[in-house]
């Protein structure tokens, strides 16, 4: 395994256990076995490799949910695979650790995950507006109605009122509020009804 590599995933395991703020490059080195100068030859600091890994994590999701288009996925299966990339998401870099930290980041790592925030809900749009298009969910739903559906299930999602009943299963939380809102709006509730 290069040493680039090595770093990345040893961080990730790190972070996702403690947290973005607890986690020092020198932990990194010494976990992954990487010298400090080998560390700075890749990242210019911690921030730079946190972006890389959460950056790397959005291309690969987005990659999924662009097959799940190009294979004609049913609803069932776009559903599947959304719980399962949600799953390996909070496991990972969305663990209940790292989520905790998001909230009192530093003013270039909170510009970074709004920006990220604003590129996802940017993609869901069209990749709604995709589903609308094959019929896999209603035509007759606005797509802006949509897009702010999938805004508020990210409130509801860090609202305490909501995560309080969730503690310690979190991810029946967001496999909840995405059944919600999947089944919501399939074209096939829509077409049982007739």
Not at 27 to 55: D, G, P, W
Not at 90 to 101: K, P, T, V
Not at 154 to 172: A, L, M, P, V
Request: aromatic fraction near 10%; charged fraction near 30%; hydrophobic fraction near 40%.
């Amino acid at each position: 395994m290069k040493k680039i590599d090595k770093l990345k995933l040893i961080a990730e395991q790190l972070f996702s256990a403690q947290g973005l703020k607890r986690v020092s490059i020198d932990e990194i080195c010494q976990q992954s076995k990487v010298s400090r100068v080998t560390f700075y030859k890749h990242f210019k600091n911690k921030k730079a490799l946190i972006k890389e890994l959460f950056t790397e994590q959005k291309n690969t999701t987005r990659q999924a949910f662009l097959q799940l288009l190009e294979q004609q996925a049913s609803l069932e299966e776009i559903i599947e695979t959304i719980f399962s990339l949600q799953k390996k998401a909070l496991d990972g870099l969305y663990s209940q650790a790292i989520l905790s930290d998001l909230h009192s980041l530093d003013l270039e790592l909170t510009m970074f995950f709004r920006e990220m925030e604003q590129e996802k809900h940017d993609f869901m749009h069209y990749f709604f507006t995709q589903l609308q298009e094959k019929d896999i969910i209603a035509r007759d739903i606005p797509i802006v109605l949509i897009d702010m559906l999938i805004k508020a299930l990210d409130i509801f999602s860090r609202k305490k009122e909501i995560t309080n009943h969730y503690i310690g299963n979190e991810q029946q939380l967001f496999q909840d509020l995405l059944r919600i809102f999947i089944y919501g709006i399939s074209s096939q509730t829509k077409n049982n009804k007739q």
